[in-house]
């Protein structure tokens, strides 16, 4: 072996391992040896003869002391529960259905039109970035800025160029209804932690924190079209949001919106309301005391909510599963 010299130890080498081997025993160590008919392994070892002469070895076993078992308790007498908002919302919707996704991996078809919605929250948020760099974009852009973002891998050839035309509709709309909001971006793409309780944190991203021509913040929810996820629930996310957001940075938020990117889809434009709030609070504690006891009920009947809910059809009374 090539420097073969490096690899050899002397004793010395091989009593400071077996030192660290036996200082890792917390409360007990034995020490044994297997004996045998080869000549290397027929007498006990140097070092298991060291341990026999200390007066603090036993040579027969003696078996543990006896000791009153303590009471198992848990390091923590409320458990820490850390989870999103996408995963938070349909606990609050129905928590049988949380734990069909999240626990049992059952995941919903994929939609053709899949990537449609990311790619304008990408486009958007560079507008606001570049914005508070300094570099505000304008209408010129847009193609460029769809062509970029727009990624659509499980749309056949003619939906996937009506989707581009959406979007860069959808972008030319943004542009005139809230062009000038582009420079009055305070975050965008904002990572929050929100500690809603003690031992209950939301994680989320804020799309867009801004200030209005009032003086007002706002707190800022892009969506893609009018079916992406109900108005309650994202009323139920902006609230959570704009709680993180004075934990963040101390300030309160003034108003949550919703900007829907639809022609046709319906805009919010909703007072910072603290009833809200503490009722979203109430929510959350509500489905951790679910999440600890593992308690997971289907609370209502789906059927008239299917536009929302992929796995309607597994939890809708009465129906026949396969």
């Not at 101390?250 to 805009?267: C, E, M, P, T, V």
Request: glycine fraction near 4%.
């Amino acid at each position: 072996m090539p420097n073969g010299a490096r690899y050899k130890v002397n004793r010395s080498d091989e009593t400071r391992l077996f030192y660290v081997a036996v200082t890792r025993a917390q409360k007990y160590l034995y020490v044994s040896y297997a004996p045998g008919d080869s000549k290397l392994y027929k007498k006990p070892s140097d070092f298991y003869l060291h341990c026999t002469a200390s007066t603090w070895m036993s040579t027969t076993d003696e078996g543990l002391p006896a000791a009153a078992r303590l009471t198992p308790t848990p390091k923590l007498e409320t458990p820490n529960i850390a989870i999103s908002f996408s995963e938070l919302k349909y606990l609050i919707e129905c928590p049988y259905q949380f734990k069909l996704r999240f626990m049992y991996g059952f995941n919903p078809p994929i939609h053709e039109a899949l990537g449609y919605g990311k790619g304008l929250h990408d486009v958007l948020s560079e507008m606001h970035k570049r914005a508070l760099a300094g570099d505000v974009p304008t209408k010129s852009e847009i193609e460029s800025l769809v062509d970029r973002h727009l990624h659509t891998p499980y749309a056949y050839p003619t939906l996937r160029e009506q989707l581009r035309e959406s979007a860069i509709k959808a972008i030319d709309r943004y542009f005139d209804r809230h062009g000038d909001d582009l420079t009055r971006t305070i975050h965008s793409e904002k990572v929050i932690e929100v500690e809603i309780s003690p031992g209950v944190t939301v994680n989320g991203r804020i799309d867009l924190i801004k200030s209005l021509e009032t003086g007002e913040t706002a707190i800022v929810d892009f969506k893609s079209t009018q079916a992406s996820q109900a108005e309650l629930v994202t009323k139920d996310q902006l609230s959570i949001y704009a709680l993180g957001y004075e934990q963040l940075t101390g300030d309160n938020a003034d108003r949550i919106q919703i900007l829907n990117l639809d022609d046709q889809g319906k805009s919010t434009n909703d007072p910072v309301n603290p009833a809200l709030v503490a009722a979203i609070k109430a929510k959350v504690d509500a489905v951790a005391d679910d999440i600890r006891a593992n308690h997971f009920v289907c609370t209502h009947d789906h059927a008239t909510e299917s536009a929302y809910d992929d796995l309607a059809w597994m939890t809708r009374v009465g129906h026949a599963h396969p």
